[in-house]
């Protein structure tokens, strides 16, 4: 799925009339194979590996290009910097359990949960197009 995500964003690049460079590609292929959230400077870490002239500058560009082009999502949990996360067409919808002591992030699908929100979205009316559900609390580890 990669290859195809890498494909995508390259002709989502090109459509913008913007160069695909070398460095927005390591970017976009380092990104693309995580399968968690990652910081902006996390993914940094990773591309200088591969390229010590990336910048943080051209990550957060790089993931705004991705976010803009339906591969990449971005979260906000509680007041930290934003988290991205691949979004892979191939990756069903889920939602998040955010420790509030260690960071944790767990990702979780709940067909009940799902089901519930569409009878109160109907049962007010409202179309609903999309959600996101965040639950904070502590961990089981945290809590031991």
Not at 3 to 28: M, N, P
Not at 107 to 118: G, H, P, S
Not at 127 to 141: K, M
């Given at each position: 799925?990669t ?26 292929h ?95 009316g ?19």
């Open positions: 799925m290859k195809e995500a890498e494909k995508k964003f390259h002709d989502y690049v090109s459509g913008l009339g913007l160069k695909a460079t070398r460095q927005r590609e390591v970017i976009a380092e990104f693309l194979k995580e399968h968690g959230h990652l910081s902006a400077e996390a993914l940094l870490e990773r591309v200088r590996v591969i390229d010590k002239g990336i910048s943080l500058a051209t990550v957060y560009r790089t993931l705004k290009l991705l976010e803009e082009s339906g591969l990449a999502s971005s979260h906000r949990f509680s007041d930290e910097h934003a988290l991205f996360e691949p979004k892979l067409e191939a990756e069903s919808h889920h939602d998040h359990l955010i420790c509030l002591k260690c960071g944790k992030i767990i990702e979780f699908v709940d067909a009940q949960i799902e089901k519930l929100q569409e009878k109160v979205a109907l049962k007010h409202f179309a609903s197009q999309w959600h996101r559900l965040e639950l904070y609390g502590n961990c089981s580890d945290c809590r031991e």
